[in-house]
């Protein structure tokens, strides 16, 4: 079922949008062509932002990049703009981004890099017999987040320190869709911390799925306070089965809770560990990082 439109009185009646300025020519305006083009102007000045960053064919195998600016943690990245960037023939995917230094990558074929690493997701490309057959505009995945904020961006909770930080606690969050991708049996990286961030607190919350279980230890890959990278620094052997949820602050959490903050003396990630995969085993949950940015 489409979109329906208001009764054709009320489209009759209308003289301007509040929320962008566009007006509506008028029912036997004349001029009728300056009026379209004053149409088409304030038209123009409202989707001016909407081509930041957008991805266009060129003809043949080149697409072209607007120019366009976004902001990368606390750092706000600008991009001049591109053309004649030459895609591969014959590609079903090709996964079009902005990395984590600021790039334009065009030759990635198998996938977006995880969630854990910064970049901005452009654009996903289908080229074909030496041209360009489909553009899928990824930029929209940029501008709405559920249950939470990605990983690399701060929420500012509002909790004022009175600590030598003396700025707001702010948090990072990860949910189970991206959680249970780095509980795979191998040590991941969780949150990005830069150096002089003071780490609070770890809370890890998570639920596995009937029958299925594994240990779980998050720490540093930086040295923190003096003392060494230390993968387990955080949390040691957090049980995570199907009986409930567990959380460090639990009765029933089974691992060691670092108490105190730990200040990273550079920049790297707080990383995560897991006994065995569950990646696939029905795995719901979540970890919270609370921290004082540096």
Known sequence: ???????????????????????????????????????????????????????????????????????????????????????????????????????????????????????????????????????????????????????????????????????ALACKRLASVQLKDLVDGNTNNLFSVNSGDRVVRVEFLVKTAAGSACTVDIGFDVTADGSAADTDGWIAGADANSVGFYGSSDDSYDGVYVLGGKTAAAAGCVTITSSSDQSSSGFEGQVIMWYMPG
Not at 92 to 99: K, L
Request: aromatic share 8%; proline share 3%.
């Open 1 to 167: 079922m489409g979109e329906t439109y208001p009764s054709d009185s009320e489209l009759l009646n209308l003289v301007s949008d509040n929320e962008t300025g566009v007006e509506y020519i008028e029912t036997g305006k004349a001029p009728y062509y300056l009026e379209f083009r004053k149409l088409l102007y304030r038209l123009l000045l409202v989707a001016k932002r909407a081509n930041d960053l957008r991805i266009f064919a060129e003809g043949g195998l080149n697409v072209g990049v607007c120019a366009g600016s976004y902001w990368d943690g606390g750092n706000l990245r600008s991009y001049n703009g591109s053309v004649g960037n030459a895609l591969a023939d014959d590609k079903a995917n090709i996964y079009i981004y902005m990395d984590s230094d600021g790039a334009l990558v065009t030759d990635e074929y198998t996938a977006f890099p995880p969630v854990t690493t910064n970049h901005v997701r452009l654009a996903q490309v289908t080229t074909s017999g030496g041209a360009v057959s489909a553009i899928v505009d990824l930029r929209g995945q940029h501008l709405l987040t559920a249950f939470g904020h990605p990983v690399g961006v701060d929420a500012l909770v509002g909790v004022e320190s009175s600590g030598v930080h003396g700025g």
